[in-house]
T-cell receptor
Framework: ETGVTQSPTHLIKTRGQQVTLRCSSQSGHNTVSWYQQALGQGPQFIFQYYREEENGRGNFPPRFSGLQFPNYSSELNVNALELDDSALYLC?????????????FGNGTRLTVT | AQSVTQLGSHVSVSEGALVLLRCNYSSSVPPYLFWYVQYPNQGLQLLLKYTTGATLVKGINGFEAEFKKSETSFHLTKPSAHMSDAAEYFCAVTFNSGYSTLTFGKGTMLLVSP
């Protein structure tokens, strides 16, 4: 089975710009969650998408937004980039929204904001 | 609010020695607990999880963890460390919140010397 894939692997942007990160979920998984992992920290929950709708959100401002498509792939968009947005962005898919459903993570996109 | 504390940002062991990585959580309701491992430039891989039932949980690569409600702990152990175990380990907790979001600890880097 195909695992979670993310693109691009690395990205450099300038403060104030906008960025779109992409994620293909694992086969059979209909739920996608996004996490931000700053250097030296654990991942922090951004939001989750289920059946193309946002199903939960962490403590992130509205300039962090997302989409989920009918094939369950997903995008994370960040507007008005700030230096503190520099981090590894992880996408995780699961076969449902239950807490029993383990998350399967991609390798992440490393975003650097200069 | 739920939280996870991992004691020790770095743990060093010799190859063949016991591995013990500590995790404590705070919660007012029964938690679901997870351990993930992250190798350099990769996403997170699930090692093991506790949801209900037996409090001693066995995972992949010879790791196991024991849920101790009275101590609010979920420490990760492995009887004999291998060089390939060198990685960062994250403890995570979730609750029956309606969506499968995880709260992660800050991580413990395991260093294994020959």
């Amino acid at each position: 089975e195909t695992g979670v894939t993310q693109s691009p692997t690395h990205l450099i942007k300038t403060r104030g710009q906008q960025v779109t990160l992409r994620c293909s979920s694992q086969s059979g998984h209909n739920t996608v969650s996004w996490y931000q992992q700053a250097l030296g920290q654990g991942p922090q929950f951004i939001f989750q998408y289920y059946r193309e709708e946002e199903n939960g959100r962490g403590n992130f401002p509205p300039r962090f937004s997302g989409l989920q498509f009918p094939n369950y792939s997903s995008e994370l968009n960040v507007n008005a980039l700030e230096l503190d947005d520099s981090a590894l962005y992880l996408c995780a898919s699961s076969p449902g929204t239950s807490n029993n459903s383990p998350l399967h993570f991609g390798n992440g996109t490393r975003l650097t904001v200069t | 609010a739920q939280s996870v504390t991992q004691l020790g940002s770095h743990v060093s062991v010799s190859e063949g020695a016991l591995v013990l990585l500590r995790c404590n959580y705070s919660s007012s309701v029964p938690p679901y607990l997870f351990w993930y491992v992250q190798y350099p430039n990769q996403g997170l891989q699930l090692l093991l999880k506790y949801t209900t039932g037996a409090t001693l949980v066995k995972g992949i690569n010879g790791f196991e963890a024991e849920f101790k409600k009275s101590e609010t702990s979920f420490h990760l152990t492995k009887p004999s460390a291998h060089m390939s175990d060198a990685a960062e380990y994250f403890c995570a907790v979730t609750f029956n919140s309606g969506y499968s979001t995880l709260t992660f600890g800050k991580g413990t880097m395991l260093l294994v010397s020959p």
